[in-house]
C-alpha cells in the first residue's frame, strides 16, 4: 500500500522525465519526434476531413454536389455499390450473391479457429462451404434460377477464385512438396524442376498462358470454361510457393521423428500424415498465412486475362456516366475491403507466431 | 508371439555384412549372433560403427552386402519382410524422438493402433502399464516438451515396449542425458533385463554392462575387435585396443 | 509377379517410370494436340515468324521502332522495357525500403509508428489496384495548358515533364556508364585487397578517379550537345501541347510510382528483419569497447544487417522484375505485353510463350547469380557467429 501512495506521489515529474527521454533526448531526436508528430497529425487531418468532415454521403448527393464539397464523394459508392459487389449478376437474385459471400467468409473464419485443424475437419468445412458458394452462385437445383459463371462478378468472383486457388493449390503444394523430397532421384528432380519454372515465371504469364494457350493443348473431351482453367492455373502457382514453404517446414523436423516413427513399423503414409506433416505444418504456418495473404492479393489479376473481378468491376463502378471524376471513392473503398482482409489475416498469423514463440520452449 | 519363433532360432544373426558410405568402409565383414534373451552390450570409441550396427538391424541404415537374420526372416528388398521385423524389434534413441505433437499416452498408444489394429482401449490399457513400468503413469497426459530429458528417455521405452517386441536395440540411450538423470534410466533398464526380452545396448555405461550383460562386444574402426562375457571382458581383454579404450573409459 | 512388387528397388525403377511416363504423357499429348489446333488455324510453327515484320508499333522504347521491324527486334525491345523499368523501380524502392527499414528500427516511437503505418498500408493492397491509381490520377491531372509546375517537373494529363538534355541518345548512354563507374570504382579502390598498397593509403587515387569520371562524363555530354541548341531542353507549353523536355508517359509514371512504393513496403521490413537478427550481444559489445552510435550502426549492426538480408533481397527483387509485367495492365509495353500481342496478332502461341518462359528464366538466374557473388563475396567465413 506504501509503496502504492509513494509511486503515485513521484509519477507526474516521473511521466515528464520519461516523456522527455523518450522524445528529447536529443536535440536532434527532438527535431524527428515533432517532425514525425507532426506528419502524423497531418496525414489524420487529412484524411479525416477529406473521407469525412467535407465528404458527400448518401445516394442522394449528386455529382455537381461532390464538386462542390471538396473532399470524398461516397454518393458513387452509394449509388453503385451493387455493381462493386456483384458485378453482372441478375438484379433479382443478388441476394444469393449476397449469401454465398458470407458462407465464404465463414468458412475463412472458421479454418481461423485452431479446434478446427484436423485435416477432415479443415476438409469438410471448405467442402460444405465452397459446395453452398457454388449452389447459391451458380443455380440451377432446389428452384434456383441458373446464372452462368459469365455472370459472376465482383467481390463474389474475388471470392471465388480465392477459395478455388486455394482448394487446389492447398492439396497440391503438400503432394508437390512430398514428391519434392522423395528418395527416388527422378521424381524429385523432375518435381524440383517444375515447381522452379512455375516460381520464375510472373503469375500474370501463368494466368494468360492457361486462358489463351492451354485450351490448345487440352483434348476435346478436357476442355472446361476459362474460369476453371485460369483459376487451376492461379492454384499451380499457388502450390508452387507454398510447396517449398511446407519443404522448409518439413526440413524443419528433425530426422529421429520419421526413424523413431520407422522404428516403430510405422507406415509411409501414416508416418507421412501422423508424424511429418502436423510437425512441418506447425513449423510452416506462420509463412503459410502470409502466402495466403499474397494469394488473396494476387487474385485482382485475373482483371487482365478479361474477369469481371472486384478491382474491374470497380473501373466499370466509376467508368460510365457522370461518376468518372470519383476514382478515388472506388479505389479507397475497394482497397479498404483488401484492406480488412489481407490485415486481419496478417495481424492474426502474427498472433500465432506469437503464441507458438511461447509454447514452444 | 513367443509361439511363432521357434526358441532354437536365434534372435539376430549378422553374417559377413559390410555397409559403405561411397568409399568410406563403415562396417568391416561383421559376424554376429545374438541368442533370444540374450543380452549384449556394444561399447567402442565413437565413430567405430556402433550404432550404424544395430540400425541395420532394424533398417534404419541399409547393408551393402553380407546377411542378417531377425527371428528367422531375412532382412533384403522384400517390403514385407522389412515391415514384419521392424513391428518385432524395437528402439530407443540417444535423443529420445518422441513425438512432440502428442501427448505421453498418445506417443505410446500410436503404433499399436496403427500398426497392430489394437483397439484404443486396450492400447491405452497396455501402455498404462508399461508407463508405471518405467515409473511416471502420472505423466501420460503431459507433452513431452514438459517432460525432463530423463523422464522423456523413459516414456521413449514404455513406447519401445507398448509395441511388444521380441528385440529391444538401445543406441547410446543415456548420452544426451545430464548425469544426475543417467540412473533413472539404467535402472529401468536393468529391470527390463530380468525379463527375459532379447536386448542389444550400444551404451557406455560400463557399470551397466557389468551387471546386466551377458555378453560385451568392442567394436573399432568398423569391426568387432572383442567379443567376451563381462568378467573376462573387463578383467583380461585379449586385444592390445580394447585394453586402451578401457583404460581411457574406466580410468578416471 | 506380386512378389517381385514387393522387392524396393524393383517398386522403386517401377515408381520412377511411372512417374516420367506421366509427365512426358502430358508434354507430349499437349504438344501434339497444340500443334495439331494449330495448323487448323494455318499458324505455321516454327521460329521463322521471328524475321517478319510486326506490323504494330509500341508506345514506349529507349531503341528505334516501327512497325517494319522484325518480332524479333520487339522481343528485344520489350526486355529492355522490362529491365529499364524494373532496374528504375527496384532502385526507387530499395531507397524507400531502406528509409522506411530505419523508421521502424529507430528508438523513436513516433518515426517507428510512420514506418508501420507505411507498411501495412501499402502492404496491405494488391499491387495492381496502386498501379490503376497511380495511373488516374495522372490522367486526371490537368490538360498541358493547366498543368501543375512542381519544381522543375510539370504534371500534366499527358504524363510528368521534366527538364531534358540537348544531347545524342547514345551519348547519355555514354555519360551514365561513366558516372555510375566513377562513383563505383573508388568505391572498389578503398575496399579492395587485390593491390598492392594498403587501402588506407589511396585517398588520392580515390579522389583522381572520382574526379577524372566526373569530368569525362561531363565532356561526353558536352561533345554529344545538338549544335546551335541551349544544353538543357525545358518542356514549355506550345499549342494545346507540350514541347521539349523528356516526358514521362502516364502508363511508365504509374508503375514506377506503384512498384517503387510496393516494393518499398517489402524492403522495409527485410531491412527491419536483418537488423533484428543481428546479436544484441554485437551491439553491447560495440558500445562497450566505446563506439559511437554512428560507428557502431555503420561499422557493426549495418554491415552485419546486410548480409542476413541479401538472401531475401534477392527473392525480393526477382519478385519486383516479375511485377513489371503489371505494364499491360495500364498498355505499358514491357515484355510481357509484347510476348501477349504478339500471340494475338500472330498466332505464335507456343513460340511466344517459349519464348517468354526463356526471356524471364534468364533475368531471374542472372538476379540470382549477381547475389549469389555478392554474398558469397561477404560471407562470414567460418562459423564463430552462428549463435
Redesign the interface.
Known amino acids: 500500500m506504501n509503496t502504492l501512495a509513494n509511486s503515485a506521489a513521484v509519477a507526474p515529474p516521473g511521466r515528464v522525465r520519461m516523456l522527455r527521454k ?2 528529447f533526448p536529443t536535440p536532434l ?1 527532438g527535431v ?2 515533432v517532425v ?2 507532426g ?2 497529425l497531418l ?1 489524420s487531418w487529412k484524411l479525416l476531413d477529406w473521407a469525412f468532415l467535407s465528404a458527400v454521403f448518401g445516394a442522394e448527393g449528386s455529382a455537381a454536389e461532390c464538386r462542390a464539397a471538396g473532399g470524398a464523394c461516397w454518393s458513387v459508392i452509394a449509388n453503385r455499390w451493387r455493381i462493386i459487389f456483384f458485378g453482372l449478376y441478375p438484379h433479382a437474385e443478388q441476394w444469393r450473391s449476397a449469401l454465398a459471400c458470407v458462407a465464404v467468409v465463414a468458412m475463412i473464419v472458421l479454418s481461423c479457429v485452431p479446434s478446427f485443424w484436423r485435416p477432415w475437419r479443415l476438409a469438410a468445412v471448405w467442402i460444405i462451404g465452397t459446395a453452398v458458394y457454388y449452389i447459391l452462385m451458380k443455380g440451377g437445383i432446389l428452384g434456383l434460377r441458373y446464372v452462368g459463371e459469365e455472370q459472376w462478378g465482383g467481390l463474389a468472383l474475388t471470392l471465388f477464385i480465392f477459395v478455388a486457388t486455394c482448394l487446389i493449390g492447398f492439396p497440391l503444394s503438400i503432394v508437390l512438396a512430398l514428391l519434392r523430397r522423395s ?5 524429385s528432380r ?1 518435381t524440383g524442376l517444375l515447381i522452379d ?1 512455375v516460381r ?6 501463368i494466368l ?2 492457361f486462358a ?2 492451354v ?5 476435346g473431351w478436357m476442355q472446361t470454361g476459362k474460369l476453371y482453367r485460369v483459376v487451376f492455373g492461379a492454384g499451380l502457382f499457388f502450390a508452387a510457393y507454398q510447396a517449398e514453404i511446407i519443404r522448409g517446414g518439413l526440413q524443419g523436423v ?1 530426422r ?2 520419421e ?9 509411409y503414409w ?1 508416418r507421412v500424415g ?2 511429418l506433416l ?2 512441418a505444418m ?1 513449423n510452416a504456418l506462420p509463412a503459410t498465412i502470409n502466402q495466403f ?1 499474397i494469394g488473396f ?2 487474385t ?2 485475373v ?2 486475362v478479361g474477369f469481371f473481378e472486384i ?1 474491374a468491376s470497380g ?1 466499370a463502378a466509376y467508368g460510365t456516366g457522370e461518376w468518372t ?1 470519383a ?2 471513392e472506388v ?1 479507397a473503398f ?2 479498404l475491403i ?2 480488412v482482409f ?2 486481419s489475416l ?1 495481424r492474426y498469423g502474427a498472433y500465432l507466431e506469437r503464441r507458438m514463440a511461447i509454447s ?2 | 508371439m513367443a509361439d511363432t519363433h521357434p526358441a532354437n532360432v536365434p534372435a539376430v544373426q549378422i553374417n559377413g555384412m559390410n555397409k559403405f558410405y561411397g568409399h568410406f568402409h563403415a562396417l568391416k565383414n561383421i559376424q554376429l549372433t545374438v541368442h533370444r534373451g540374450e543380452k549384449v552390450v556394444v561399447c567402442g570409441p565413437s565413430g567405430s560403427g556402433k550404432s550404424t550396427m544395430i540400425r541395420c538391424i ?3 541404415e541399409e547393408h551393402n552386402s553380407g546377411q542378417i537374420t531377425v527371428l528367422g526372416t531375412e532382412l533384403n528388398d522384400d517390403v514385407a519382410s522389412i ?1 514384419g521385423i ?2 518385432e ?3 530407443v ?1 540417444q ?1 529420445f ?5 502428442m501427448t505421453v499416452l498418445e506417443n505410446c498408444v ?2 499399436p493402433m ?2 497392430r489394429k489394437t483397439p484404443r482401449a486396450q492400447a491405452e490399457a497396455a501402455a498404462m502399464r508399461y508407463l508405471e513400468k518405467v515409473r511416471i503413469p502420472e505423466q501420460a497426459q503431459k507433452y513431452p ?1 514438459q517432460l525432463s530429458g530423463g523422464q522423456q528417455q523413459r516414456v ?1 521405452i514404455a ?2 515396449l507398448c ?1 511388444e517386441p521380441e528385440i529391444l ?1 538401445f543406441d547410446e540411450p543415456t548420452s544426451a542425458l545430464d548425469p544426475e538423470m543417467i540412473s533413472e534410466v539404467l535402472d529401468v533398464m536393468v529391470h527390463l533385463a530380468t525379463e527375459g526380452r532379447t536386448m542389444i545396448c550400444v551404451t557406455h555405461e560400463m557399470g551397466f554392462a557389468r551387471r546386466v550383460a551377458d555378453r560385451v562386444i568392442f567394436m573399432d574402426a568398423g569391426e568387432i575387435v572383442e567379443e567376451a562375457p563381462p568378467e573376462t571382458f573387463f578383467q583380461s581383454p585379449s586385444s592390445e585396443r580394447t585394453k586402451q579404450f578401457l583404460s581411457q573409459v574406466l580410468g578416471h | 509377379m506380386v512378389s517381385l512388387l514387393r522387392q524396393q528397388k524393383i517398386r ?1 525403377i517401377l ?2 517410370a511411372l ?2 511416363g506421366i ?1 512426358l504423357l502430358v508434354v507430349i ?3 501434339r ?2 500443334q495439331h ?2 495448323s487448323s488455324q494455318n499458324v505455321v510453327s516454327g521460329f521463322g515468324f521471328l524475321h517478319k515484320s510486326t506490323g504494330w508499333d509500341v508506345n514506349f522504347s529507349l531503341l528505334p521502332a516501327s512497325p517494319n521491324d522484325p518480332y524479333w527486334w520487339f522481343f528485344v525491345i520489350g526486355i529492355v522495357n522490362t529491365l529499364f523499368l524494373g532496374i528504375l523501380g527496384l532502385t526507387l524502392a530499395t531507397f524507400i525500403g531502406g528509409l522506411v527499414g530505419l523508421f521502424r528500427t529507430s528508438s ?4 517507428q ?2 514506418g508501420r ?1 507505411y507498411v ?2 501499402f502492404r ?6 496502386q498501379v ?2 497511380w495511373y ?2 495522372v490522367t ?1 491531372l490537368p490538360a498541358p495548358r493547366n498543368a501543375m509546375e512542381f519544381g522543375p517537373l510539370t504534371l500534366s494529363n499527358r504524363g510528368v515533364y521534366m527538364p531534358a538534355l540537348n544531347v545524342g541518345g547514345w551519348h547519355v548512354a555514354g555519360a551514365a556508364v561513366t558516372l555510375l563507374l566513377a562513383l563505383a570504382l573508388p568505391l572498389w579502390l578503398r575496399t579492395t585487397r587485390r593491390l598492392a598498397s594498403p587501402p588506407e593509403q589511396r585517398g588520392a587515387l580515390v579522389w583522381g578517379v572520382l574526379g577524372g569520371g566526373l569530368l569525362l562524363a561531363a565532356a561526353i555530354l558536352l561533345l554529344g550537345r545538338a549544335p546551335g541548341a541551349a544544353l538543357i531542353d525545358p518542356p514549355r507549353l506550345q499549342g494545346l501541347n507540350m514541347r521539349g523536355g523528356l516526358r514521362v508517359s502516364p502508363e511508365f509514371t504509374a508503375l514506377l510510382v506503384a512498384i517503387g512504393i510496393y516494393g518499398g513496403a517489402y524492403i522495409g521490413e527485410i531491412v527491419r528483419g536483418g537488423f533484428k537478427a543481428v546479436g544484441k550481444g554485437q551491439t553491447e559489445a560495440a558500445h562497450s569497447l566505446g563506439l559511437s552510435p554512428w560507428q557502431s550502426f555503420s561499422r557493426i549492426r549495418l554491415p552485419l544487417a546486410l548480409r542476413a538480408m541479401l538472401p531475401i533481397l534477392a527473392n525480393q527483387y ?1 519478385w519486383l522484375i ?2 513489371t ?2 505494364g ?2 495500364v498498355g505499358f509495353t514491357d515484355f ?1 505485353m509484347i ?2 500481342v504478339t ?1 494475338n496478332q500472330s498466332g505464335q ?2 513460340e511466344a ?1 517459349a519464348i ?2 526463356v526471356g ?2 534468364a533475368i ?1 538466374l542472372s538476379i540470382a547469380a549477381i547475389f549469389n557473388r555478392i554474398n558469397r563475396a561477404i560471407a562470414l567465413k567460418g562459423n564463430q557467429l552462428r549463435s
Open positions: 523518450r522524445y531526436q524527428v519526434s514525425s508528430a506528419l502524423l496525414i528418395e527416388l532421384p527422378v521424381i523432375g519454372a520464375s515465371l510472373p503469375l500474370l504469364a494468360f498462358a489463351v494457350v485450351p490448345f493443348m487440352l483434348p528433425p529421429g521423428q526413424e523413431a516413427a520407422m522404428a516403430l513399423g510405422i507406415g501414416h501422423k508424424i502436423p510437425q506447425r495473404v492479393k494476387e485482382s489479376l482483371i487482365v478491382l473501373n471524376f476514382y478515388r479505389y475497394i482497397a483488401y484492406f489481407t490485415y496478417s514452444s520452449r | 532394424n533398417r534404419l515391415d521392424r513391428r524389434v524395437g528402439m534413441f535423443h524422438n518422441l513425438f512432440p505433437h500410436l503404433a496403427l500398426v516438451g521413449a513406447r519401445s509395441m536395440l | 522403386n515408381l520412377q512417374f516420367a509427365v499429348g499437349g504438344w494436340n497444340a489446333a494449330l523513436n516511437d513516433l518515426l509508428l510512420l503505418i501495412d498500408f496491405n493492397i494488391p499491387l495492381i489496384l490503376f491509381f488516374s490520377l486526371n526477382i516479375k511485377a509485367t503489371l499491360i495492365a510481357f510476348v501477349a500471340i502461341t507456343l510463350i517468354l518462359m524471364f528464366l531471374n
